[in-house]
T-cell receptor, first 113, second 116 residues
Framework: DAKTTQPPSMDCAEGRAANLPCNHS???????VYWYRQIHSQGPQYIIH???NNETNEMASLIITEDRKSSTLILPHATLRDTAVYYC??????????????FGPGTRLSVLP | GAVVSQHPSWVICKSGTSVKIECRSL??????MFWYRQFPKQSLMLMAT?????????EQGVEKDKFLINHASLTLSTLTVTSAHPEDSSFYIC????????????FGSGTRLTVV
C-alpha cells in the first residue's frame, strides 16, 4: 500500500499557484518525499524530491513540514499544460540497487482557463 | 536530464502471441531498470526489477514465466509478454536512474499493449 494520502482531485486557475498537499504520517527518518506527475498516456515525469529541507527547482517548490508528516508541492504559476495526475511517493533513496516506489492514486490537477 | 526510451509506443497483437517491449537508457548506463504496469484509470504497479547480468526480481503475483525480462546490456532491458491474452492489455512503463540524488528516477514514455 502507498504510504501517502492525497486528495483525489483539485482545480486551479491558470496563472495562479497550485498547492498540492500530501500526508505521509508514517514516514521514516531515511525516507525521501518524491513528486512525479503523469500526463495522460505518458510515463511519469520527475518533478522534485526532498528529505527534510524545502526544495526548489525550475518546475516547482517542495515544502516539507518540520515533523515531516506532510508536504506540499507548489507550482507557482500553473498553466494548462500542468493538467496531470500528481503523485507523492515516499521512498528510500537507493541508487541503482533497488526501488520501493509505491504509486498511490495521486491527485488529478485540472488547470482551468 | 536523463532519457529513458521505450519501443514500441503502442502495439496490437493477437491473443496467444508474444510481444517484446524494449527499454533503453539513452545517455547513461543502468544496471537496474524497473517495469510497471498501469491499467486504465489506475495507478502504476511495480511488476519487476530488471538486473543487468542476472535474473529479474518479480513482485508478488507477477508470473515470471509470462513476463520474461532480459537485461543483457547496461542500456537495454526487454519485457516479453508471452502468450498474451486480452487481460494483459495495459500500459507498460519502465524506469531507471542516472543520478538518483539529483534527478530521481526517469520513466519511459510507456507502451500501450492491446491484445485482441
Amino acid at each position: 500500500d502507498a504510504k501517502t494520502t492525497q486528495p483525489p482531485s483539485m482545480d486551479c486557475a491558470e496563472g495562479r499557484a497550485a498547492n498540492l498537499p500530501c500526508n505521509h504520517s508514517t514516514i521514516s527518518g531515511n525516507e525521501y518525499v518524491y513528486w512525479y506527475r503523469q500526463i495522460h498516456s505518458q510515463g511519469p515525469q520527475y518533478i522534485i524530491h526532498g528529505l527534510k529541507n524545502n526544495e526548489t527547482n525550475e518546475m516547482a517548490s517542495l515544502i516539507i513540514t518540520e515533523d515531516r508528516k506532510s508536504s506540499t508541492l507548489i507550482l507557482p504559476h500553473a498553466t494548462l499544460r500542468d493538467t496531470a495526475v500528481y503523485y507523492c511517493i515516499v521512498s528510500l533513496e537507493i541508487n541503482n540497487y533497488g526501488q520501493n516506489f509505491v504509486f498511490g492514486p495521486g491527485t488529478r490537477l485540472s488547470v482551468l482557463p | 536530464g536523463a532519457v529513458v526510451s521505450q519501443h514500441p509506443s503502442w502495439v496490437i497483437c493477437k491473443s496467444g502471441t508474444s510481444v517484446k517491449i524494449e527499454c533503453r537508457s539513452l545517455d547513461f548506463q543502468a544496471t537496474t531498470m524497473f517495469w510497471y504496469r498501469q491499467f486504465p484509470k489506475q495507478s502504476l504497479m511495480l511488476m519487476a526489477t530488471s538486473n543487468e547480468g542476472s535474473k529479474a526480481t518479480y513482485e508478488q503475483g507477477v508470473e515470471k514465466d509470462k513476463f520474461l525480462i532480459n537485461h543483457a546490456s547496461l542500456t537495454l532491458s526487454t519485457l516479453t509478454v508471452t502468450s498474451a491474452h486480452p487481460e494483459d492489455s495495459s500500459f507498460y512503463i519502465c524506469s531507471a536512474t542516472r543520478d538518483v540524488e539529483r534527478e530521481g528516477y526517469t520513466f519511459g514514455s510507456g507502451t500501450r499493449l492491446t491484445v485482441v
